[in-house]
């Protein structure tokens, strides 16, 4: 049988470098270009930039500890360790590319270990194995992942995918260590528990196992979002829940009328479209080992019976981790189903190389048809850097830091680290407000453009702050001090 060989894995490193840099470089551009906003990237900047300088990790948009809005302690550790070597907020960018793109090696680990239970020769099975990394890491919705701002999503596809191989490899300290890292990733990812102690009965018969695994992550959620994270948010409850997404009324729901478990999975257009594309994205391959698809559809689950939120329905944005890690796995055994098949025909030793180019050709098409974020670095606009953005920048460089500032959706993720901040029209005790009135889209949100000149005429006309640099439709005000 093949072994993973050492020249091998640096060429997994290779790729994983490769698409790590690429996926860095479109994140940091789209923050240069200011299309990235204060209610995604600055609250997590903020809280980084603090737990970095050993303070607690607290958020002035949600006005609370940050790990009561989300217990993400992974995040937070890895992003405070980075901040010690730079405490820029493209650090973050290039951590979560490098976080996500990493967990191509233990999905090659689990292609290869499948593989090469099969007749094919090494070289099919590391070609194969190479393969299945490239059609992950180039999918639109992987890509999608990492170009959606920062968020705490992405951590998990390394830990979740390391701890399958450790299923599958019968490695205990493994399988529980990595189990662990996904439960402090995010809050609700204890959830997955429960389909995870299913798969692992039903791939392993192992029942002290499935059972501890279920309760293992029933526990943490419970515990963190009914007990811990109210303590922190100094909340009745979790921060999050509303009227129509909490665990009662969704019981409630289903109790009342079992056929909405699958009506409300197919009953929006996102949904179906999230679920088309994204089999589509990985050339339907995943729907030949059934198995597979009870983890990555029960993740689905969590997004789509929450109709209080119908941005978490679309597959083009950071919610498509887990999911789309968990599919990738589906993939490979999907693959290594198919090459059983056609080991029972005549002609079989040429499978292996349809697979690879369709593999090839899946993962090239798709960037076409659903136009992937990576298609951006092929125009000029993505390279170019408009009058408006060079004086907002120059705006940016001129806002004192620490000063308690209060400023708009699109400069506020690039001057969050500091101690106190506020979303315009919030002014609170702001020493400073800095505004770029260009046009673009989500800028002022939650004003309106037209909302966001008039607020600022008033803090003039009524003497609270006075123009101390101007730049076109740039803007630096102070407050006077009487």
Known sequence: MPAVKRKDLVILLG??????????????????HFQTFGWDTAVFDQQIYLFSRLQAPYSSLV???????????????????????????NMLFILQSIAACFSALPLYLITFHLLKKTKLSGLAVKFISLSVCFTYLFSVPFQSMLADEFHNEPFVAAPLLLMIYYL?????????????????????????GVPLGFYVFLKKRDIKKSLITAMLG??????????????????????????YNNPSYLVNKFVSKPSRLLTDFVNHPEKRK?????????????????????????SLAVRFYDDTMPRLYAFNNHYA???????????????????????????????????????????????YVFH???????????????PWKKDAHELIARVPDQAILATQNSLLPHLSQRDEFYLLPEIGEAEFVAI????????????????????????????????????NDSLLLEKIVD
């Open 15 to 32: 790729m994983i470098i490769v698409f790590s840099i690429l996926y860095s470089f479109i994140s940091i551009q789209k923050h240069f």
């Open 274 to 298: 999230t679920i088309s594309a994204s089999l589509v994205s990985f050339g339907f391959l995943p729907l030949l080992s059934p198995a597979e698809l009870i983890v990555p559809a029960f």
């Open 436 to 471: 770029d009135l260009a046009d673009g889209p989500n800028k002022f949100s939650p004003l309106t453009q037209l909302q966001t000149e008039t607020l600022i005429e008033s803090l003039i006309e009524n003497q609270q702050y006075q123009i101390v640099w101007q730049k």
């Open 372 to 386: 992937g974020p990576v298609n951006s670095i092929l125009k000029p606009q993505f390279y170019q850097k408009e």
């Open 168 to 192: 599958i490899k019968d490695k205990n300290l493994g399988y529980w260590v990595s189990f662990l890292i996904v439960l402090m990733t995010k809050e609700i990812f204890g959830l997955l």
């Open 218 to 243: 029933l526990t943490t959620f419970y515990l963190l979002l009914f007990q811990v994270m109210p303590r922190l948010a100094r909340t009745e409850k979790y921060f999050h829940f509303g009227e």
């Open 63 to 89: 006005k609370m500890n940050g790990l009561g809005d989300h217990f993400q302690l992974v995040p937070l550790f890895l992003g405070g360790l980075f901040y010690r070597i730079w405490r820029n907020v």
């Open 321 to 367: 981790a887990p999911f789309i890690p968990l599919l990738a796995v589906g993939m490979s055994f999907g693959i290594y189903r198919l090459i059983r098949l056609f080991e029972k025909r005549k002609g079989h030793q040429k499978a292996w190389k349809l697979i690879g180019v369709y593999l090839i050709l899946i993962a090239i098409g798709q960037n």
